[in-house]
């Protein structure tokens, strides 16, 4: 939204503290996480009845780079509908918010800047915490967790080494790509809906990290891989929710989450590629996999630490994708 005017603090000799924005109203008809999830609704409703007896569209590549690159099956473009296209345009808001942030080379806390060893070293360093935190508390949970979900519980435990090995590439590979201010907190809630189009909201960051923490530079895939958690969070609660589906419907209903959650993911993931090729943030394709595999698996890992405080049914998306990422 269109910056209105700001109330400054001003110090001799010290950068200004903004105490606060006031912003241009945005027309809107709520959250693309509002919206997703009325979409999952009519999506849910058309599977159950018009393709109960249909396999789910299958052939969605697990590896992310490869998603990228592949078209839905005529099953799931035909279901998902014109969803695929507003994840596609969101993938190229979220490009051109990045094309934004990088080209601001007149300010030194925007201009991109190339990855040191120490930024390399502190990344992994924060993602091994968060890891071994994540874990400890995930053992501590087991015997609170619904009892579908307590074996998965127990193969995360028991492969924290395999994990890690996800976040070896920090430390001993050079990262391709330049670093760049993003979102840092960036998931449907943080967009509104126009009716025809998104306006990102909320650029304050991560509320677990400290300012000066937020407002670093971080790999453009932070974001995207942040979305894609999203719209994984999205169809898997609305398959959770009786008033969208009936419990003895979730068997059948649960492929056609996937298959919508991985397809909805291509689209976004292809529009964005598309409309950052060429700029010096993108890493290289050959780095897509591994990077953007980090940054899911990094954000997933703090959804699970959240859900470990409830121990509900939720737990298992974050906790599933964990497992999936990580080869457990």
């Given at each position: 939204p269109a910056i209105v005017g700001a109330i400054e603090y001003s110090r001799l000799r010290a950068e200004p503290s903004t105490l606060a924005v006031l912003q241009g109203y945005v027309a809107n008809e709520g959250t693309a996480w509002a919206h997703a999830r009325e979409e999952l609704r009519r999506y849910f409703e058309r599977v159950?009845?018009?393709?109960?007896?249909?396999?789910?569209?299958?052939?969605?590549?697990?590896?992310?780079?490869?998603?990228?690159?592949?078209?839905?099956?005529a099953a799931a473009r035909e279901v998902i509908g014109t969803y695929l296209d507003l994840a596609g345009l969101l993938g190229r808001r979220t490009a051109e918010m990045h094309l934004a942030?990088?080209?601001?080379?007149?300010?030194?806390?925007?201009?991109?800047a190339p990855y040191s060893t120490l930024d390399r070293r502190s990344k992994y360093q924060s993602v091994r915490n968060l890891v071994g935190k994540t874990i400890r508390l995930a053992r501590d949970c087991?015997?609170?967790?619904?009892?579908?979900?307590?074996?998965?519980?127990?193969?995360?435990?028991?492969?924290?080494?395999?994990?890690?090995?996800?976040?070896?590439?920090?430390l001993g590979q050079r990262l391709t790509g330049l670093r760049i201010r993003t979102h840092g907190d960036f998931h449907l809630e943080q967009v509104l809906y126009t009716g025809k189009d998104f306006v990102v909201i909320d650029l304050d960051g991560p509320p677990y990290e400290p300012l000066a923490e937020r407002r670093r530079k971080h790999n453009c895939l932070r974001d995207v891989g942040g979305m894609i958690r999203s719209f994984h969070y999205a169809a898997f609660t609305a398959l959770l929710e009786s008033a969208v589906v009936r419990a003895e419907d979730r068997p059948i209903a649960a492929p056609w989450a996937d298959a919508w959650y991985r397809w909805v993911s291509a689209a976004f993931l292809r529009s964005y590629l598309a409309a950052t090729t060429g700029a010096p943030f993108l890493p290289a394709p050959d780095d897509l996999e591994v990077i953007l595999g980090a940054h899911v698996l990094q954000k997933a890992f703090h959804e699970l630490r959240s859900e470990l405080d409830r121990c509900t049914e939720t737990t298992g998306i974050p906790l599933s994708s964990i497992l999936e990422r990580a080869g457990l």
């Open positions: 159950l009845t018009r393709h109960r007896e249909d396999a789910a569209p299958t052939g969605a590549p697990r590896r992310l780079d490869e998603l990228a690159a592949a078209e839905p099956p942030f990088a080209g601001n080379i007149d300010d030194a806390s925007f201009t991109p087991v015997g609170r967790l619904p009892a579908t979900m307590r074996d998965d519980a127990r193969r995360l435990v028991g492969g924290q080494e395999q994990v890690l090995k996800s976040f070896e590439p920090y």
